[in-house]
């Protein structure tokens, strides 16, 4: 950085030059004597009065006066040897100060305002790091100094996924999906982070990042690898295993990690036979729903109504939905695989399902106005809708 200051004070001396130039032509010069000056009146006036008298205008005697009245006022107006200074003292102090101020002032802001770390890392990054905590450092600070460079946020999340800190790649994939644009890669890393860093607990929040991932590309690899690992774990293995082969289709013939995905997937599937996988095979569930009484005078035969699925220990997707209204009421149907809003997530892939109702004027599936919940036996299932719905 030594040339860097090096031009910037050649340049704040070519302002102070600048700035202090009228100060130097405006040093104070000797002027002309005041009795010079009145020697020369004098004999300006002396001369003219020469001329009156030779003309005949002015006679001896009246001359005479004239003459040692010239000298009189000559001698009363020559006090001393006096200078008048061309320049005021006030304007030289002023204009001092201001030359020192103005350069200080430009480096102060500069200092604050200015883009001094910029450069000093843009120069530190034209050379190869010398480690990995160097060239980590180099990222965090390049984060820092450009926070809306999305590649930038996105590289330093990366990383600090490789070496297990989720918790604190959370907040930089969240910042990088807002400046990139929500990309569907890059919210199913940003979900994939939030689950480790809820110690693999899965979440609302999470399935929304993942459902939005994979409406915008079904086939996002994260997303789908996500699912997969978290039914694993939560041993709904026809779910794992449809989960992995939906991403292994994706995946180019020679690409390795099909591979990994064909042992996961051959592990989910001797889970499942081992557990009597054949339980699952079609699964389908008989629902009856009905609208209570005390309800019957607060809809309209055209509310819709939405009957569904979820798993009791899984995602919070609904497994199974059907749309219904009202008037249709009261109804028995059949809810099953066929039904499911995602493919790789079926009844047939879980245990344990709980089945609910909602009645929502607007036609929206996630909110309404009114809820019912159901008795089940076996998979046979009677919902009533009966209770107003609570929003938190």
Request: cysteine-free; hydrophobic content about 45%; glycine content about 6%.
């Amino acid at each position: 950085m030594t040339d860097f200051w090096v031009v910037a004070m050649a340049l704040l001396l070519a302002v102070g030059a600048l700035l202090g130039w009228p100060l130097m032509v405006s040093r104070r010069r000797p002027a002309a004597p005041r009795d010079t000056v009145n020697v020369q009146v004098y004999e300006e006036r002396l001369a003219g009065l020469r001329e009156e008298h030779e003309a005949g205008r002015l006679e001896d005697e009246a001359w005479e006066a004239a003459k040692v009245e010239a000298a009189k006022a000559l001698l009363a107006d020559v006090p001393g040897q006096q200078t008048v200074p061309l320049a005021r003292r006030n304007g030289r102090w002023l204009l001092g100060l201001v030359m020192v101020l103005v350069p200080a002032a430009a480096i102060a802001l500069y200092l604050h305002f200015g883009a001094l770390s910029r450069l000093e890392l843009a120069r530190e990054l034209a050379t190869p790091a010398r480690s990995p905590e160097q060239a980590l450092s180099r990222l965090e600070r390049t984060v820092q100094a450009q926070p809306d460079a999305p590649d930038a946020v996105f590289l330093l999340a990366r990383t600090y996924m490789a070496q297990n800190r989720a918790a604190e790649a959370v907040p930089l994939f969240a910042q990088a999906a807002q400046l990139a644009g929500r990309p569907p890669a890059l919210l199913g890393q940003w979900a994939q982070a939030l689950y480790f860093a809820a110690s693999r607990q899965w979440s609302a929040s999470i399935q929304a990042l993942v459902d939005e991932a994979l409406q915008g590309d079904p086939n996002e690899s994260t997303s789908l690898g996500l699912l997969g690992i978290a039914a694993f774990e939560g041993k709904h293995w026809a779910a794992a295993a449809a989960y992995w082969a939906r991403l292994q289709a994706g995946l180019a013939p020679n690409d390795p990690t099909r591979d990994t995905l064909q042992a996961g997937i051959d592990r989910a599937r001797h889970a499942l036979e081992e557990e009597g996988g054949a339980q699952v095979q079609g699964r389908r569930l008989n629902v009856t729903v009905k609208l209570a009484p005390s309800v019957a005078t607060h809809v309209s035969p055209q509310d819709t109504v939405f009957v569904f699925a979820r798993a009791a220990d899984g995602p919070p997707v609904p497994l199974a939905v059907k749309r219904l209204r009202v008037a249709d009421l009261p109804t028995t149907l059949v809810l099953s695989d066929a039904d499911a809003m995602q493919p790789a997530l079926k009844l047939s892939g879980f245990g344990e399902v709980h089945v609910m109702a909602r009645v929502s004027r607007a036609g929206q599936p996630l909110h309404g106005e009114w809820v019912g919940a159901a008795t089940h036996s076996g998979d046979t299932y009677t919902l009533t809708i009966d209770s107003p719905e609570t929003r938190p």
